[in-house]
């Protein structure tokens, strides 16, 4: 995964203003490219997605 990959326009309206109480189950969207597929998880899982240097 490169750091390239997460620029993108996003407008501010779409920007939360306050932090979710529970940050570990705020949700997240994971696009699959390879398989072309969308999951619905949890913060808490995005541990799963990231690759050790």
């Not at 326009?9 to 932090?19: M, R």
């Not at 979710?20 to 995005?46: G, N, P, S």
């Amino acid at each position: 995964m490169k750091v390239e990959e997460f620029n993108y326009e996003l407008p501010k309206e779409l920007i939360a203003q306050t932090p979710y109480d529970k940050r570990d189950e705020a949700r997240l969207l994971v696009l699959d490219k390879e398989k072309q597929t969308i999951e619905h998880k949890v913060f808490r899982d995005v541990i799963d997605y990231l690759n050790p240097r």
